[in-house]
C-alpha cells in the first residue's frame, strides 16, 4: 500500500494513495511537476512550479513540513503552492509510500517548529499575499485589429 499525504491547495490534509509517478501528476494536475526532498532524503515533496490562477496562495501547511524537514530556515523556505504531495522512494528511488513510522516522524518534526519560525513564515506569506493583492492583474490581450493597407507602387 503506497500511502501518500496530499496537501490540498485549499487548506485540508489527506492520506491518499499513489503507486507512480503518473499518479502524482494527476493529484498535482500535471503542470511542470517538481520534487524536493527533506534533509535526511527520507521524504519528497513533489509541487507544481506553475499553479493555475485559483491555486496562487501559498499552501501554509506544506510550506511549514519542508522547513521542518529540510536545512532552509524561515527566510530561506521556498513558499510551495497549490497542490503539494509528500512521499518517500525505495532504493531505486522509485515513488513508494509512507509508513506508520514516517507518518508520526512528520508529525512529530512539524510540531517542532519554533514560534520565531512560524513567525517570520507567516510575515512572509501576509508580504506575498500583499504583493499579489497590489499587482494590477494583467487583462487579457485583445486582438487589435490591422487596417490593410492599399497596395501602392512607387515611382521614380
Not at 40 to 61: A, E, H, K, L
Not at 107 to 124: G, K, M, P, W
Request: with cysteine; hydrophobic share 40%.
Amino acid at each position: 500500500m503506497n500511502t501518500i499525504l496530499y496537501f490540498s491547495a485549499q487548506g485540508p490534509v489527506y492520506e491518499t494513495r499513489a503507486y507512480t509517478k503518473a499518479d502524482v501528476d494527476r493529484l498535482i494536475h500535471d503542470r511542470g511537476l517538481q520534487s524536493l526532498g527533506s534533509a535526511d532524503r527520507q521524504f519528497d515533496f513533489w509541487f507544481s512550479s506553475t499553479t493555475p490562477g485559483c491555486q496562487r496562495r501559498v499552501n501554509r501547511r506544506a510550506t511549514e513540513l519542508l522547513l521542518a524537514t529540510t536545512n532552509f530556515t524561515a527566510k530561506t523556505v521556498p513558499l510551495l503552492r497549490g497542490a503539494v504531495v509528500v512521499a518517500t522512494h525505495d532504493a531505486d528511488g522509485d515513488l513508494d509510500g509512507l509508513s506508520w513510522q514516517q507518518l508520526d516522524q512528520l508529525a512529530a518534526r512539524n510540531r517542532s517548529l519554533s514560534a520565531r519560525d512560524e513567525r517570520i513564515l507567516s510575515r512572509r506569506i501576509t508580504r506575498d499575499l500583499q504583493r499579489a493583492r497590489r499587482a494590477p492583474q494583467a487583462p487579457a490581450p485583445a486582438a487589435v485589429p490591422v487596417a490593410a493597407r492599399p497596395r501602392t507602387t512607387a515611382t521614380r
